[in-house]
Every structure is written in structure tokens, then in C-alpha cells.
């Protein structure tokens, strides 16, 4: 009973003082993984720009801030008391038995008495020593489980509306008075913005770098909310929409393609179930059949990690094709042919207008050949809409718009008014 009594005094201490290193611990053994994963994932630009050196000191200096609280946690474990307390017991039990065996015969203990109350004693050993390593785990296992708590129990700024409409987007989108600044910053991005796009109709937005271009296009899928104003869809706000139902009509591909290490077929169906004469199809309309088909194993080709076996072009037709299957209500392009070449890229213009018939399309570009056919285009200053209206009507009342094809092409008015795409 005294045992008992004393086991669980310590134990409660050894618990109290394991826990905030165990916490520390786990704390740096994310980091140290996460550090690596980054580095990794970024092992291009690391080799370009030579900082080899400094990652690998970045990640020692991690491996020994991890190392320190292993120590840490092992200096407490070799304090662990009850195992003091067992030796202990032990010494005390076998001194009580002599006494009781041979010091005090009235008691009549014989040696298998004192055998039998030594191995009593002895069986508290195992439980004991057994104990130190499972209450480690297991504050190891809580303070891991706090950390995913954490993060689980972590409100979201979106609401999903589970119960909102899912109702198929025809695909006119308004936007009324919206303004947006990101979360921790007082610098709107977004300010007063006005616009009504028509479903089917082809909209180009342009501006310089930082005038809120992409920013716009991502409200419209509700990456974020808005701050002030209304974005509408088919006249019904975006937020109203379920929002696995909204997102899941609006296809998005950026300059930058992420692709998974995975088959050309799977990249292309990404969860879909599709044919193969689908996946065919969609690659076609793409510009990408054929530079599939030159690779040996074709559809079933692994593109490698992040799509690193292909060019910046490929990963942008696979992208694009991706999208032809989704059959998207809403596409947006957002400078997503800027790593394919002229010839292919006309290409892809022809395909696009075709498959994106009675479908709206926001292109984010400056290319000539893309800005010519939108049946709207909006320009961007500075998070606030300049002008709109079609190329010819902004290259005679837009300086700002004649700014940036004059820059770009070095011709003058007259020879862009002339452009006509394809030349």
C-alpha cells in the first residue's frame, strides 16, 4: 500500500515535468520535417542560386534543437522515481523477510516463506519499469494529439454552406462595390469594384503587376471573402452557394501547374472517372496528344514530382486539358499560355473557342492575340478599375491600356488598332 501510495505521487510529478518537454520536442521535430520538405521541394532554385551551404546549416541547426529536447526528455526519464522506489521496496521487503525468517522465529517463517514474499515483491518490478516507457509514449502520443487538435479545431474564415444552392451555373457574374484587403494587412487590394459579365462572354483583365489582377478572379471561387460589396453569380450571391457546389463549376489554371506524381491519365482525369478516348479527346483540344504519344509508355508516362519531367509548356497543355474535362460553367486563364510557343498557342485559341461556347472566360494576359477576341476588357490600376470597354475603344480613351501594348510591342496606335490576330 505505502508502495502504491508513493508510486503515484511520483508518477504524477514525472507526468508534470514530461510534458512541456515532450511538447518542445514534437514541436521541433515538425519543424525539422518541414524545413526538410521545403528545401527538397525547392531544390531547383536552392541548386541555382547555390545555397546548399546554408539550407544544410538551416537543417542542422534544427536536427540540434531537436537533439537537445531528446536529451532533455531522457535526463527526466533517467530520474524516473519509481524505479527508485522499486529498488527500494525491494531492499526493504528483503530485510523485513531476514528479520521475520531468522531474527524473530515466533513468527515461524520458514525460507519458502521468505522465498514466496521476495517474488511478491519482485513482481512490482515489471509493471514499474514497463510504466516509464508507456507513460513517455503516451504523453509523447498527447502532446502530437494537441498539436492536430489544434489545427482541426481551427475555425475557418469560409463558410462551407453545406445546405446552399448547388443549383448548375449559367455563368453570369456581377460584381457590385467590392473591396478586399487580405487578412493582416490594412492595404486594400481591391477597391470599388463594378463590373457585369454576360454568360458565354470572353473577359480580359489586365494591368500592371500588383494591381489586383489574380486577386479578383479568386473571390470569385470564394478562396476569400470579400470585405465590402457583393460578388454575384447568375445574380445570386457567391456566399449563398454551397461551397463544394460553386467551386466545382468554376475551373481556374494558373501560370505556375502543379501536377502530382502520377500518370499523365490521372493528372489529366484527376479523380474523374473517364475513358480513355476522353482523356484523348480533352489532350487533343489541348495541344497535347501529340507530345504525349511521342513519350514511351504515352498516357500511362509518369510525369515525376510536380510534373518535373516535362517542359513549362507540357504542364500547361496537361493543365488545360484537365479543365476541357472538368467542363467548367465559369474558366478562368490566368496567364496560363505564357510558356507555350506561337505556333501552339494558336492552336489553343482555336480549341478554347471552340469547347468554351455558352461558357464565361476571364483571361488575365497581355497577349495581343488573346486581348483582340474578349468581348470585354477590363483594365486595373492600383486595386481600382481604370477603364473598360473593347481594344479598340481603350487603345483611343485609355492611356493606361496604351501604356502597356506600347511598352510591350514598342509600335505605335494606329499599327495595334490594325493588329489582327494570328499576324
Not at 27 to 53: C, D, P, R, Y
Not at 116 to 127: D, K, N, T, V
Not at 282 to 302: G, H, V
Request: hydrophobic share 40%.
Amino acid at each position: 500500500t505505502l508502495f502504491a501510495i508513493l508510486f503515484l505521487i511520483s508518477l504524477k510529478y514525472y507526468v508534470k515535468k514530461l510534458g512541456p518537454v515532450t511538447l518542445r520536442l514534437r514541436s521541433f521535430f515538425g519543424m525539422m520535417n518541414a524545413t526538410l520538405a521545403e528545401t527538397l521541394t525547392g531544390i531547383e532554385v536552392v541548386k541555382a542560386s547555390v545555397q546548399e551551404h546554408r539550407e544544410l546549416e538551416k537543417y542542422i541547426s534544427n536536427v540540434k534543437s531537436y537533439r537537445d529536447a531528446y536529451i532533455d526528455q531522457g535526463k527526466i526519464q533517467a530520474r524516473f522515481l519509481p524505479l527508485l522506489l522499486i529498488a527500494l521496496t525491494v531492499t526493504i521487503g528483503l530485510t523485513h523477510g531476514i528479520i521475520l525468517t531468522f531474527i524473530l522465529p515466533i513468527t515461524k517463517w520458514t525460507i519458502g516463506h521468505l522465498i514466496g514474499y521476495l517474488g511478491l515483491i519482485a513482481q512490482l518490478r515489471f509493471p514499474t519499469m514497463v510504466s516509464m516507457f508507456v507513460f513517455a509514449t503516451l504523453r509523447a502520443a498527447i502532446s502530437s494529439s494537441h498539436r492536430l487538435l489544434e489545427l482541426m479545431n481551427r475555425t475557418t474564415e469560409i463558410d462551407e454552406n453545406l445546405e446552399g444552392t448547388k443549383k448548375i451555373i449559367d455563368g453570369k457574374i456581377t460584381f457590385e462595390n467590392v473591396s478586399f484587403t487580405y487578412p493582416g494587412s490594412e492595404k486594400p487590394v481591391l477597391k470599388n469594384i463594378n463590373f457585369e459579365v454576360q454568360p458565354g462572354q470572353t473577359v480580359a483583365i489586365v494591368g500592371t503587376t500588383g494591381s489586383g489582377k489574380t486577386t479578383l478572379t479568386k473571390l470569385m471561387s470564394r478562396l476569400y471573402d470579400v470585405n465590402q460589396g457583393r460578388i454575384l453569380i447568375d445574380d445570386i450571391d457567391v456566399r449563398e452557394y454551397a461551397l463544394q457546389s460553386l467551386r466545382s463549376q468554376i475551373s481556374y489554371i494558373e501560370q505556375d501547374i502543379f501536377l502530382f506524381s502520377d500518370s499523365l491519365f490521372n493528372n489529366i482525369s484527376f479523380g474523374r472517372t473517364s475513358s480513355l478516348e476522353e482523356i484523348i479527346h480533352c489532350a487533343k483540344e489541348a495541344q497535347a496528344d501529340d507530345f504525349i504519344r511521342q513519350l514511351p509508355n504515352q498516357y500511362d508516362s509518369e510525369v515525376g514530382e510536380r510534373g518535373v519531367q516535362l517542359s513549362g509548356g507540357e504542364r500547361q497543355r496537361i493543365a488545360i486539358a484537365r479543365a476541357f474535362l472538368s467542363d467548367p460553367r465559369i474558366l478562368i486563364l490566368d496567364d496560363s499560355t505564357s510558356a507555350i510557343d506561337s505556333n501552339t498557342e494558336d492552336k489553343i485559341q482555336k480549341a478554347i473557342k471552340n469547347i468554351l461556347r455558352r461558357r464565361t472566360t476571364l483571361l488575365i494576359t497581355h497577349r495581343l492575340s488573346q486581348i483582340r477576341w474578349a468581348d470585354l476588357i477590363i483594365v486595373l490600376k492600383s486595386g481600382e478599375i481604370g477603364n473598360m470597354g473593347t481594344h479598340e475603344d481603350l487603345l483611343r480613351t485609355s492611356e493606361e491600356y496604351r501604356k502597356i501594348f506600347i511598352k510591350k510591342f514598342d509600335v505605335d496606335i494606329e499599327q495595334l488598332l490594325k493588329y489582327k490576330e494570328g499576324s
